[in-house]
């Protein structure tokens, strides 16, 4: 079978963990994965912030464990060179935000000493809705890598006080509001106020020059993107099964004829699950939710990728406004977060197709013409339901996934007596993405319930699967879903089933009676 992750982990995302569907992962130079992916624990050397290398599971990584970091010597000397050099420029020409004011106010020249104090003060006004404790302990890492780079003018001293706060989990509140995918100005203008002195009236526009805080979401939102997209196999598998499919949609001479990366990716982790199933296809062309299984969900797995590529450059990235760049200070428009955002859209957009199509999977389940069992999987007396609800549950979720996949990046914006007039929305983007994944999740659950409930009324068990590894995973599904087939509410069912879905995106690719 071909490999479909490289790599372990568990729910706290090990240092090691490996991508989805056998993309490779990159290694951050300062985690030291060498060493076997060890966790990171109380008492062992911190580890080192480089602004070199670092990915987005990592940082989820490192967030989540709360392990405790510091400031790289390489990081520190580029931050007190870029200082230096700011300083410089500054006596010789206006330089944004620290001898000027920002935004309509930008030909306001300054010299008062209170300016970084007042800018901190007004940009402090967010909502009222405080961001979690883990999206602020991974934005004040990403924060302090970024500014590890070099090229923010900042002194390393501002580093340093972001990275107590972090080594002491002496967490600010920070809150949502203010920030639409041009910088998280408003909780970073109260991270600002939270580090008191260290940041003085020549530093304050130079540490809200990010999108760190949105980042933060971003990464979390890919981690527990990928883990889904890896569960959608499972999931389809089961129902191809309880369908009885023709698997030689996922020959691999089929998938050589148009080979889109994502595609060919899912039709081979398909064909390792389905692979010598001895089960008689029920039809010589299947519908669509079967048919076009490698083809719906490989776009997702192409922009889940994307997502993660931007994400890597981004919290790696010196993205400042504006960039101490050698000798000089250059402004620009870094600041933008259009990347991420198109990247954010993009996979909400796929997703939704994934979800519609396992719906059609679950029409096709509670219909006698497809499954050849009763209908909606009824048993026991004349005109039993069965899981027809399970069809309302999954549309209702539909339903949500559709609004949620709505592009942020649609929205409009004009700021400022008209200085700023376009935004990426990229916070809004990362938002909705949470959503539609919670969406996504009850589709799929939904799914998972009713192919289990198709094969028990089918007869299958695993031993009748084999060779197939998709037996397995069945195992499972069985022991763990109630087999009570009457008429009752199902929600329990789904709870499980989501549950179990959540096991097996830690359990890694492979089940553990495959890898033997």
């Known amino acids: 079978m071909g490999a479909w992750w490289r790599g372990r982990r568990s729910r706290d995302y090990l240092l090691s963990f490996g991508t989805y569907l056998g993309s490779e992962t990159q290694t951050w130079q300062g985690c030291c994965v060498a060493a076997g992916g060890a966790a990171h624990t109380v008492g062992v050397e911190p580890v080192e912030i480089s602004g070199v290398g670092l990915t987005p599971l990592e940082a989820v990584a490192l967030g989540q464990r709360r392990t405790a970091v510091r400031l790289g010597d390489d990081a520190r000397k580029r931050m007190s060179e870029s200082a230096v050099a700011v300083a410089e420029v500054a006596r010789h020409r206006p330089v944004y935000g620290r001898t000027t004011g920002v935004g309509a106010n930008r030909d306001v020249l300054t010299s008062d000493p209170e300016h970084?104090?007042?800018?901190?003060?007004?940009?402090?006004?967010?909502?009222?809705?405080s961001y979690p404790k883990d999206v602020v302990r991974l934005g004040l890492l990403i924060r302090v890598n970024q500014l590890a780079v070099g090229g923010s003018g900042l002194d390393p001293d501002v580093a340093d006080a972001i990275v107590a706060l972090l080594n002491d989990d002496d967490l600010p509140d920070l809150h949502r509001g203010g920030a639409i995918g041009t910088g998280d100005l408003g909780p970073l203008a109260e991270l600002g106020?939270?580090?008191?002195?260290?940041?003085?009236?020549?530093?304050?526009?130079?540490?809200?020059?990010?999108?760190?805080?949105?980042?933060?979401?971003?990464?979390?939102?890919?981690?527990?993107?990928?883990?889904?997209?890896?569960?959608?196999?499972?999931?389809?598998?089961?129902?191809?099964?309880?369908l009885r499919g023709n698997a030689e949609v996922y020959d691999v001479r089929v998938h050589e004829a148009r080979p889109q990366p994502g595609q060919v990716r899912v039709a081979r982790r398909m064909r390792g699950l389905l692979e010598d199933l001895p089960i008689r296809p029920a039809r010589v062309q299947d519908p669509f939710g079967l048919r076009a299984f490698a083809q719906v969900l490989g776009p997702a797995v192409d922009h889940i990728d994307a997502l993660g590529n931007s994400l890597r450059i981004d919290i790696n990235a010196s993205a400042e406004n504006p960039l101490v760049a050698g000798d000089t200070v250059l402004h620009n428009g870094n600041w933008h977060a259009m990347p991420i955002a198109l990247a954010l859209d993009s996979l909400r957009l796929s997703l939704h197709s994934v979800a519609t199509l396992s719906t059609s999977r679950v029409a096709n389940l509670v219909d006698p013409e497809f499954s050849g069992l009763s209908r909606f999987l009824a048993s026991g007396a004349e005109a039993s339901s069965g899981v027809m609800m399970i069809e309302y549950v999954a549309h209702d979720a539909l339903a949500s996934v559709r609004s949620s996949a709505q592009p942020a990046t649609l929205g409009t914006a004009t700021l400022s007596r008209g200085a700023e007039h376009h935004a990426s929305f990229a916070p809004q983007a990362a938002v909705l993405t949470a959503q539609l994944l919670d969406a996504l999740r009850e589709v799929l659950a939904s799914e998972l319930v009713t192919a289990v409930r198709a094969i028990r009324l089918a007869g299958f068990t695993p031993e009748d699967l084999a060779p197939a590894a998709v037996g397995p995973w069945l195992a499972d599904a069985l022991a763990a879903l109630p087999g009570d087939l009457a008429d009752r509410s199902l929600r329990e069912d789904l709870e499980i089933a989501r549950g179990l879905m959540t096991q097996w995106g830690d359990r890694q690719v492979e089940h553990p009676a495959e890898s033997g």
């Open 116 to 129: 970084g104090a007042r800018l901190l003060g007004s940009h402090s006004t967010t909502g009222t809705t």
């Open 193 to 242: 106020l939270a580090l008191g002195a260290v940041v003085d009236g020549t530093s304050a526009l130079p540490l809200l020059s990010s999108n760190a805080i949105t980042l933060a979401e971003c990464c979390l939102a890919y981690v527990e993107a990928a883990t889904l997209i890896n569960v959608v196999p499972l999931v389809g598998a089961l129902s191809h099964v309880a």
